[in-house]
């Protein structure tokens, strides 16, 4: 009897102190610091952070195609930095947007339009991420072409894994359907919110950098499609454009959160990459006051060590851009006739201005638009003189000088001069346009390679490498990663079947010879 009697009581203070266990158990174990969900407004911000040269990946790219392609930065050297600089096909470096972008970028767009589109309140936030995911997939059709679009960023949410990929054609459409009506709905009546990290929940903002990229992606089509790129330029112009360099769209840096590419420049590719003879002989031709804000030359460096602040200078007179055509052993032959010691004696990017560590970078702005409505103008699509725009797409380029660093400031009185000798001559208005647009989007890789194959200007000359491996004078887009060939072959295959072979020769649509 006893047994039973301690047996009872023993199983009653078990129950008891199991139940004690319980007690304020979901409390104790729940995170109060951590956060389990995300507001759509931050999520959008890392979208836009990601969208620039947030690290190597993209940074790199850029850096060994674009730039290469259109002549304005260069490398030497082969190996991990073969690109653009050869006209050679580097698989390390083609895929670096597309990887960034769809593991990033348009996860993160995806997420937001997709949590906020049925609910009111964050009806800004909804269109404002509509307007940002238009610009990313600009970024990535100009660059591969035919791209998954509807299905993309959709892994999780609808467990696509194998994204169908649309034809340039339907995407660009539906990027400026989705433009127009974005940019419509923006509510400046509703609270802005102030998380956000372009324009702290300004709509009407917002609304004007909807409009622009209208008007960009709709020039875009000049060559595929004259009247629709019409249509949407003029209701692009209806909309309401910037109006000025304060409505520019770009990335703020600080000491801490740096620019990338100056981050990449200032350290492990310092010695590396320099500036292109053809954008270092234009601006010297021209007298453009821009070009010692732009560059810096560390004359008679022999070497990496060399290149320090008492060999520097930013003098127009003594750049000397880096020639086109040429590998590190190879440059070697022309030093003399270039009047440099090495190689490491070329003009360099301005590591104290355009590229310190806290410079700007911008998406789009007010000069890249005036330069558009020149074009647009020029073609007679638009009410307005062309030169009006001319002036004040080239003035205000001048003026965003100012932005990088206060000893980057062009003066008035140079500002007026280069306006004064550099007006537009009609018979040549598409090439000087788009030379302007050139020098414009200093810096932004992804609009200098769509635009000047868009363009066809500046009238720039064949890298002449040796070892070029494309049969056309310049390369046309990137091919498709080998991860996509890997995990989603039967949709690139049919990718490839519409739009061309998968290599660095293929034109997208809208690239019309």
Same mark, same amino acid.
């Given at each position: 009897m006893r047994t039973n009697l301690k047996y009872f009581l023993g199983m009653l203070l078990s129950l008891s102190l199991l139940s004690g266990c319980d007690d304020g158990f979901d409390e104790i174990n729940t995170n109060k610091v951590d956060p389990t969900s995300l507001a759509p407004s931050l999520i959008l911000n890392k979208a836009i952070i990601s969208t620039t040269y947030l690290d190597g990946v993209s940074t790199l790219g850029m850096l060994c195609y674009n730039f290469g392609i259109v002549q304005q930065i260069i490398t030497p050297y082969g190996s991990s930095l073969s690109g653009g600089n050869y006209n050679q096909f580097n698989n390390a470096n083609t895929p670096l947007v597309w990887v960034n972008f769809y593991r990033n970028v348009i996860k993160q767009v995806v997420a937001v339009v997709n949590q906020t589109r049925d609910d009111p309140a964050q009806a800004n936030i909804y269109n404002a991420a509509r307007i940002w995911k238009a610009y990313a997939f600009m970024i990535l059709t100009d660059t591969y072409g035919d791209v998954p679009?509807?299905?993309?960023?959709? /892994?999780?949410?609808?467990?696509?894994?194998?994204?169908?990929?649309?034809?340039?054609?339907?995407?660009?459409k539906d990027i400026l359907k989705e433009l127009e009506e974005a940019s419509a709905a923006l509510d400046v009546s509703q609270a802005p919110v102030t998380t956000d990290i372009l324009y702290g929940g300004d709509a009407a903002k917002w609304k004007k950098l909807g409009y622009s990229l209208m008007l960009r992606a709709g020039m875009r089509l000049t060559k595929v499609d004259p009247?629709?790129?019409?249509?949407?330029?003029?209701?692009?112009?209806?909309?309401?454009?910037?109006? %000025?360099?304060?409505?520019? %769209?770009?990335?703020? +840096?600080?000491?801490?959160?740096?620019?990338?590419?100056?981050? +990449?420049?200032?350290?492990?590719? $310092?010695?590396?990459?320099?500036?292109?003879? !053809?954008?270092?002989?234009?601006?010297?031709?021209?007298? @453009?006051?821009?070009? !010692?804000?732009?560059?810096?030359?560390?004359?008679?460096? $022999?070497?990496? !060590?060399?290149?320090v602040d008492a060999r520097a200078t930013s003098d127009p007179k003594l750049q000397i851009g880096m020639p086109m055509g040429y590998n590190d052993v190879s440059i070697n032959t022309i030093l003399g006739q270039y009047g440099v010691a090495s190689l490491w004696d070329f003009?360099?990017?301005?590591?104290?201005t355009v590229l310190k560590l806290d410079a700007p970078e911008f998406h789009i702005t007010y000069a890249q638009n005036q330069l558009l409505l020149a074009e647009a103008a020029t073609r007679g699509w638009i009410s307005g003189a062309a030169s009006d725009y001319f002036t004040k797409g080239v003035r205000a380029h001048l003026e965003q000088m100012a932005k990088y660093d206060p000893s980057a400031t062009i003066k008035e009185d140079a500002i007026q001069a280069y306006l004064k000798a550099h007006p537009l001559d009609p018979? $040549?208005?598409? @090439?000087?346009?788009?030379?302007?647009?050139?020098?414009?989007?200093?810096?932004?890789? %992804?609009?200098?390679?769509?635009n000047f194959r868009r363009s066809g200007y500046p009238a720039l000359k064949k890298n002449p490498y040796p070892g070029s491996?494309?049969? /056309?004078?310049?390369?046309?887009?990137?091919?498709?990663?080998? %991860?996509?060939?890997?995990?989603?072959?039967?949709?690139?295959n049919e990718a490839n079947s519409r739009q061309g072979p998968n290599d660095l020769n293929t034109r997208v649509w809208w690239d019309k010879p």
């Open positions: 679009y509807f299905e993309a960023g959709q /892994g999780y949410i609808n467990e696509i894994i194998s994204p169908k990929y649309d034809p340039q054609e339907t995407i660009y009247e629709l790129a019409k249509t949407y330029v003029t209701k692009a112009v209806a909309g309401g454009l910037f109006e %000025s360099n304060d409505d520019n %769209s770009v990335i703020r +840096h600080t000491a801490i959160y740096n620019n990338y590419i100056a981050n +990449h420049l200032a350290a492990r590719e $310092k010695t590396n990459f320099y500036l292109a003879a !053809p954008f270092v002989d234009y601006l010297k031709a021209n007298n @453009d006051p821009r070009l !010692p804000v732009m560059a810096v030359r560390y004359v008679g460096a $022999k070497g990496g !060590p060399e290149q003009t360099q990017i301005n590591l104290k018979a $040549k208005a598409l @090439d000087q346009i788009n030379t302007q647009y050139w020098v414009a989007a200093f810096l932004d890789g %992804s609009e200098l390679f769509a491996e494309i049969t /056309g004078d310049f390369i046309r887009r990137m091919p498709y990663p080998d %991860s996509e060939i890997i995990v989603n072959l039967g949709n690139v």
